[in-house]
């Protein structure tokens, strides 16, 4: 029991200061006096389980009372406005798309330059190698069509293509008598009619060879140049077609 209502309330007090203190996010931690205090005037006071116990003399309270002061002094509490704004700099963000970057669409544009370029030469220099490896066979000799034909060996299968770049069948045939001054209709189905019907016995090399969706360039003894399908390369191939119509132009 404290020993007058005033030490009481002091202690309180002191109580209420540590509490504000620790309050604003400190930790405080106040050393009592030992255990046993004998004040000059008055009477001892314990420290139990962190409970005073007994009461405190005038100098006791006030030394307690400077350190919780001391304290809050050291940690000012911080207020704000509740009102108060933060102004954050805020910078425009220019976001261009794929499409619209010019810079990128030029560099995409080389790339796909240089791969063209890249495999139009690998498929000129196959086209080559196939040419050297296949003699112009004997049947054939003379014939200038079929001399023209075997160079572009090796020369990829293109749907709609009539260059060395890539041919189709027709586009393969047309191609190759233009360069005989010989100008052929696009299709295979026009080129059906650009010449005259000669018999399998009567064939020539450089003659055309034609089936429904197909045309060729006679080679010879049963041979034949040809743009095939789509995933082969001219090839020079035995005669495959069934019941094949011949045609001589020129």
């Not at 139990?48 to 307690?64: F, H, P």
């Not at 002094?73 to 963000?93: I, N």
């Not at 059906?192 to 019907?197: C, F, L, N, S, V």
Request: net charge negative; with cysteine.
């Amino acid at each position: 029991m404290f020993t007058t209502t005033a030490q009481a309330a002091a202690v309180q007090a002191v109580a209420r200061g540590a509490v504000v203190a620790a309050g604003s996010g400190l930790l405080m931690s106040l050393v009592a006096a030992p255990a046993q205090a004998a004040p000059a005037g008055g009477v001892a006071a314990t420290v139990e389980g962190g409970v005073l116990q007994g009461s405190l003399n005038s100098a006791d309270l006030d030394a307690l009372a400077g350190q919780a002061r001391a304290a809050l002094a050291s940690a000012p509490v911080v207020t704000v406005a509740t009102d108060a704004e933060l102004k954050v700099e805020k910078a425009a963000v220019s976001v261009v798309s794929a499409a619209e970057n010019d810079e990128y669409q030029a560099q995409l544009a080389a790339e796909a330059e240089a791969e063209a370029a890249e495999a139009a030469a690998a498929a000129a220099a196959e086209a080559a190698q196939a040419a050297a490896a296949v003699e112009i066979p004997a049947s054939a000799s003379g014939s200038a069509v079929v001399s023209i034909a075997m160079r572009y060996l090796g020369v990829p299968y293109l749907w709609a293509g009539s260059t060395p770049e890539g041919f189709d069948c027709s586009g393969f045939t047309s191609y190759v008598f233009a360069q005989v001054g010989i100008d052929l209709p696009r299709t295979s189905s026009e080129q059906r009619y650009a010449g005259t019907e000669v018999s399998w016995a009567d064939a020539r090399p450089g003659d055309l060879i034609w089936t429904p969706g197909h045309i060729a360039i006679y080679a010879g003894d049963g041979m034949q140049v040809e743009a095939p399908v789509p995933g082969k390369t001219v090839r020079y191939t035995a005669i495959w077609q069934s019941d094949p119509t011949f045609l001589r132009v020129g």
